[in-house]
């Protein structure tokens, strides 16, 4: 009797434990898929946005597409930046779409600003360069590679030239968004939750070593966008 007890009691101990010990993973897939349903969002808002006709019209071109559905920038004098975003990429050779992976946005700055601001970003990654990067675990916009304010409005015509072309969708105090100076550093642990092993954003969209079909919707809307099949 005792030992059965006893038996009943480990067993119970052991599947808390498990409980215990699954649950941050799976909140952390589930913050992970939900950021990529976000960025999907934010996709669609800007594929039908009238006034971001030179976007439409040059996803195509793109090496890359970083999306961050949620940058909030807030400050009196001293203010900063912030969100996560998520790299699709190109295959060089087959011209397909793969990804994502996740990546941390942040900049400070300086200047008479007051109030607080959430915008939607998606950076058009253009070269080699704006590409290599990002697959390095931090750089710094417009230092590392250079990045230009997208042209906005139904009749934008430019022929803007950068690594990297930002394009931002505000609500707020602030007017606009300037990713100039922002740094990016890669999320392994984001990518380890999403993919559910250690990886590297090389092992994502170069090697194409791993896959989530959490993704699939995200990379559908981009490839038509893109004009892909």
């Not at 990297?164 to 606009?176: A, N, P």
Request: glycine letters at 10%; hydrophobic letters at 45%.
């Amino acid at each position: 009797m005792f030992r059965t007890v006893i038996r009943s009691t480990v067993a119970v101990a052991l599947t808390a434990a498990a409980v215990i010990a699954f649950q941050p993973a799976a909140q952390a897939q589930a913050d992970q898929q939900k950021l990529v349903g976000e960025a999907e969002t934010t996709f669609s808002n800007f594929v039908r946005d009238p006034d971001m006709k030179w976007f439409q019209q040059n996803v195509g071109r793109a090496k890359a597409v970083l999306i961050a559905p949620q940058i909030v920038k807030a400050g009196f004098i001293f203010g900063g930046s912030g969100g996560r975003a998520v790299l699709i990429a190109k295959d060089a050779n087959s011209g397909k779409w793969v990804g994502p992976a996740f990546y941390a946005l942040a900049t400070a700055s300086v200047g008479f600003q007051a109030g607080v601001a959430v915008s939607e970003s998606i950076t058009l990654v253009m070269t080699d360069k704006g590409m290599n990067s990002l697959l390095s675990p931090s750089f710094k916009m417009g230092g590392d590679a250079s990045v230009a304010a997208g042209p906005v409005g139904a009749g934008a015509q430019s022929n803007v030239v950068a690594d990297l072309i930002s394009f931002s969708r505000s609500k707020g105090v602030y007017g606009g968004l300037n990713l100039d100076g922002t740094v990016v550093n890669t999320s392994d642990d984001w990518n380890e939750a999403f993919y559910g092993k250690k990886v590297q954003s090389t092992d994502i969209l170069v090697r194409m070593s791993v896959q989530n079909k959490g993704a699939d919707k995200l990379l559908a809307e981009i490839t038509k966008a893109a004009g892909g099949k």
